[in-house]
């Protein structure tokens, strides 16, 4: 049995922050943005809402495009970096109640901006064992609470924001067709809230309030993005012996539109195969990649039967991708 997406959704919330409005706080510009990264906006949550709010609304556009009753929804996946709480409970348990999907288990996903990769698998899995008909997987980040905005080389690169996906059964050869899910732990401090969990519990007059917030070494996750882009592509395409051409689009995680380029450039693969959007939502973790497919899907950009191939990397370290047939 394989498993497919039956619809879509995505949710940004309304506040769009320019580069501009940044340098008005931070010694910054929007050129240095721009050049370095391709990002021009952000969307940022208001101060109700978490990443559990973003998520039940791209929820209930994806649940209203495929016809889906909330009760019939077996499983509720989040996949998030940015879950409402620290730990426990689960940003899926809080969803599933908001959205009425009364007799679905839920769970988040914690793999930083791999997560919804991850999460196609994962929820491919249940759908084969029988364990689960339908899965609702979301995407969902309130990011822009966790930075520090005193920080120009992090703060400028995150937003907020939400996708959402209803996967159900597939017998018809389309769906998810293939994954590459892939950790490497010895790059755990290149990406880290250093503090506030177990190993390093906030110390209220010890812990500097910095600390719990996101801490990036840029250049180590720069040169770990572009080979692992290039690695998770080619591994894709060697075990289901297709080429680039037959691929329409590359959904890749919206990090940096130069690590893009860079791994394109490397991999002799056009820029334009790679469907970007990041100079409007900048890095919204988990959310890009579900974003990205439903701006596809609502710009009529991918028919049925198009293979798309999704790439994602980040926290963790963690990367790797899906072949899909839409
Ligand atoms: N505005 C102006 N100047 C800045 C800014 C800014 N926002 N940020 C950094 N600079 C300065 C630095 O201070 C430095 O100045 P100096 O030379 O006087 O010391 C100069 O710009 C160059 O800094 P670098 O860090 O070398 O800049 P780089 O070209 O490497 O770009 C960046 C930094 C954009 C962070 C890049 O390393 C990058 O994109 N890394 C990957 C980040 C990423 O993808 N993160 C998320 C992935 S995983 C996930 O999504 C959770």
């Known amino acids: 049995m394989g498993a497919r997406i039956e619809g879509i959704g995505a949710y940004t919330p309304s506040r769009r922050m320019s580069n501009d409005e940044l340098a008005e706080f931070l010694d910054t510009s929007d050129e240095w943005i721009r050049s370095h990264t391709g990002i021009g906006y952000r969307h940022v949550a208001s101060d109700d809402e978490a990443a559990s709010d973003l998520g039940a609304q791209a929820a209930k556009v994806a649940l209203d495009r495929s016809g889906t009753d909330p009760e019939s929804i077996d499983m509720v996946l989040v996949a998030t970096a940015s879950s409402d709480y620290v730990g426990f409970p689960s940003t899926a348990c809080i969803v599933q109640n908001m959205i009425g999907a009364k007799n679905a288990a839920a769970m988040d996903i914690g793999v930083g901006c791999t997560g919804f990769v991850y999460g196609l698998e994962t ?45 159900s059964p597939s017998s018809n050869g389309r769906g998810i067709l293939d994954s590459v899910l892939k950790a490497d732990g010895s790059g755990a401090s290149y990406l880290a809230r250093e503090v506030g969990g177990t190993r390093a519990p906030f110390k209220l007059g010890h812990s500097a309030e910095r600390d719990l917030l996101i801490k990036m070494e840029g250049q180590s996750v720069y040169n770990f993005a572009v080979p692992a882009i290039i690695e998770v592509i080619q591994q894709i395409l060697d075990r289901n012996r297709l080429t680039i051409d037959d691929i329409a689009y590359i959904v890749p995680h919206q990090a ?39 701006e596809l899907y609502e710009r009529d950009k991918v028919a049925d039967g198009d293979l798309l191939i999704t790439v994602g990397f980040g926290a963790g370290l963690t990367f790797g991708g899906n072949l899909l047939k839409w």
């Open 256 to 294: 940096n539109r130069r690590i893009i380029e860079a791994a394109a450039k490397r991999a002799r693969i056009p820029t334009e195969k790679f469907y970007l959007n990041i100079e409007e939502y900048a890095n919204t973790s988990a959310a890009t990649i579900p974003i990205a497919l439903n």
């Open 123 to 167: 929820a491919k899995g249940f759908i084969a064992s029988g364990a689960a008909d339908r899965v609702l997987l979301i995407g969902s980040e309130v990011l822009t609470r966790i930075v520090d905005w005193t920080d120009r080389s992090t703060c400028v690169l995150f937003g907020d924001g939400a996708g959402a996906a209803v996967i």
